[in-house]
């Protein structure tokens, strides 16, 4: 059984940083694509940021130049680097992967921007 566990959100001041976490067990995490998603109520989730098994990375363009994702595969963690964070990224944040034809996900860490 795949599981994905986040770290614990925050709350940050508008121009500050947070760096989130992901660990999988379940799978050989180096063979497959991991992701971030977020969420903000009355809206559909929404693809952050990935990362491919060859460490391809791929970007929204509202977080472009500001996120920096990242997989360690040995401890078979993928990390969020998010700086300059506004308060439009204030969501619950996801991590996810496809495997086995079907997603999976965490259950997701609270985010908040705020001054």
């Known amino acids: 059984q795949v599981h994905l566990v986040e770290s614990v959100g925050d709350s940050v001041q508008p121009g500050g940083s947070l760096r989130l976490s992901c660990k999988a067990s379940?799978?050989?995490?180096?063979?497959?694509?991991m992701n971030w998603y977020r969420q903000v109520p009355g809206k559909e989730r929404e693809l952050v940021a990935n990362?491919?098994?060859?460490?391809?990375?791929s970007y929204a363009d509202s977080v472009k130049g500001r996120f920096t994702v990242s997989r360690d595969n040995v401890r078979r963690t993928m990390s969020l680097q998010m700086n300059s964070l506004k308060p439009e990224d204030t969501a619950v944040y996801y991590c996810?992967?496809?495997?086995?034809?079907?997603?999976?996900w965490g259950r997701g860490t609270q985010v908040t921007v705020s001054s």
């Open positions: 996810n992967v496809y495997y086995g034809n079907r997603n999976y």
């Open positions: 379940g799978l050989v995490f180096n063979r497959f694509t």
């Open positions: 990362i491919s098994s060859g460490g391809s990375t």
